[in-house]
């Protein structure tokens, strides 16, 4: 993104604190400020094990915006019907801060760009920012694309000037361009001059296959930075040697004023660089501008979220965000940090949304409950409940396997027990489920069916019902949408939109706790709710019933809230109407 004018919304650098004060901004001059730009949904969906579904990347779009991140990589137009859907689905989003941006390549070689299908397809999807990935290392275009030097050059300025004709704001990946640069560093710079000559809003530099270290990219970047001009210069970098957050610091000191990676590093190989880390450095130890500090105290929680939505768990020792990242263990520490928290702390964990930690207490997160109760308009305080017994509870059930990251719904049901107003809408006898298979076809067979019974009282009523799905879980919510739309037909508003099984402690195999995490929608928006059990089954049906119970809870309250707004706008009628009188 060019670096022209800063957000209006931005609240620029400070000084830098004491390490364990708050982070309190003060304005800063507009070249401390450093654009982000998030490739999680491409670049980090190519990690292997995670597969984010439509639903998942809709959701981590809101939350980056949410956090302030400047640009947000969907994906390739086009290439599969996912993303197809996503690049129309995301222009529906009512996004405050983040641009989306489309990812493809130049065109191809002998194509003329107003030819080329892949950039018709960037310009198609809508998105007012267009991400094109193009060669600068000599080895690659003979060996890799099997063209001349010049055909690459041609094919670089011409897709850019394609797509600036196209009124969309073009920043060029220069992939390879370390190795490129090292290797012949004249033709990688005519690269880049290419595009900018073609009028580029921004090259990012890939460091694609990792193996730079940081004071390589230091001495390259502060070359390329004087040598280009105008055009915001970028860094994006994998973490093969481990360097990815070195790399991408060492860039930003050089007169880079962008940073790529993906949320937690999660990517091929061994990963991206991890853009949240990336973040609170610049913003903590470089006097940089990304987010701002009320928004990095969000870190910690899209960190968990995004890992969440990915299957993932974040590791405890992860920089900032991890559990273990501020924890201390008896003796020494544990004595000095109440005394000192300077002496074992480099920043204070509140800047990042996390806590210190003792392994033998953790310490309360009163503070975040509160906040978080009142997004779901229920204010503990003023209910007199015992917020630290919830606190301890949600500890507990943390420690038994739950997480509530991701799931609103059953933390909104679990507030309300403690409130003493929970009351369900109805409840189980018992529930049975068949899997039927009759014909073995081996691994690839696809023909079993799962039949589910369901005996629900609601009320005083008995309700039996039996539903049919592919698999175990879709017949119990067919099931019980079955027992129970008579009494409650809003039922059939919901949609179970995503379904996610882990095992938070895979050493133990197939005896392991197992959590499930259920995506549900309707009309007004999506809800997560978890189940956790040792039979996968039952965490399943502890999970559907929390979703069902909370979408109906939903329900009831906007009927409320909207039968208020009337009678509030009727009597604010009556009185203007009196007064006239």
Known sequence: MPSHTLPNHATPCRTPPNPNKNYDEKVCPLEEKVYTYD??????????????????????????????????????????????????????????????????????????????????DLVGSGAPVVTIVGKTWDEQVTRALRTTLKENLRMIRESVEFLKAAD????????????????????????????????????????????????????????????????????????????????????????????????????????????????????????????????????????????????????????????????????????AIARFPEAYEHTNPANVGNSSRMVVSELAGK???????????????????????????????????????????????????????????????SFRVIVDDHEDTGAFAKDAMSEATIKIHVGDKRFVATGEGAGPVGALDTALRMAISNSYPQVAEMELTDYKVRLPDESQGTDAITRVVITTADSEGSWGTVGVSENVIEASWNALVDSIEYGLLRLRKNKQAHHTDESDSANKQAATEDQGA
């Open 39 to 120: 490739t999680t949904l491409r670049d980090g969906e190519q990690c292997e094990g995670v597969t984010l579904s439509l639903e998942d990347k809709l959701r981590i779009v809101k939350r980056l915006d949410q956090f302030g991140i400047d640009v947000i990589e969907g994906g390739f137009p086009a290439s599969n019907p996912k993303d197809i859907a996503f690049f129309e689905d995301v222009q529906k989003l009512n996004l405050q801060h983040a641009r989306i941006a489309a990812f493809g390549s130049t065109c191809k070689k002998g194509i003329p760009a107003n030819e080329d299908g892949g950039l018709a």
């Open 367 to 429: 503070a975040s409950l509160l906040a978080k109760a009142n997004s779901f308009g229920i204010d503990l305080k003023a209910a007199g409940v015992d917020v630290q017994k919830i606190l301890d509870d949600i500890k507990a059930r943390e420690a038994a396997g739950y997480s509530y990251e991701v799931a609103d719904g059953s933390l909104a049901l679990l507030l309300y027990r403690h409130l003493g107003t929970y009351r369900p809408s109805f409840t189980l006898e």
């Open 168 to 335: 969309r704001e073009v920043v060029f990946d220069a992939e390879h361009f370390f190795d490129g640069y090292k290797a012949n560093p004249k033709y990688a710079m005519a690269c880049l001059k290419a595009a900018v000559d073609a009028g580029v809003d921004a090259i990012d530099l890939c460091e694609t296959n990792g193996g730079a270290l940081p004071f390589e990219v230091e001495e390259i970047v502060g070359k390329v930075v004087s040598q280009i001009g105008d055009v915001a210069i970028g860094i994006h970098c994998h973490n093969d040697t481990g360097c990815a957050v070195a790399n991408s610091l060492a860039a930003v000191r050089a007169g880079a004023t962008r940073v790529q990676g993906t949320i937690n590093g999660i990517g091929e190989r061994v990963g991206n660089t991890d853009l949240l880390t990336v973040i609170a450095d610049l913003e903590l130890k470089m006097n940089k501008y990304c987010v701002g500090s009320e928004r990095l105290r969000g870190l910690t929680s899209l960190s968990q979220y995004v890992a969440d939505l990915c299957n993932m768990s974040v590791s405890t020792h992860h920089p900032y965000s991890g559990s273990s990242a501020f924890a201390h263990k008896g003796g020494l520490h544990a004595s």
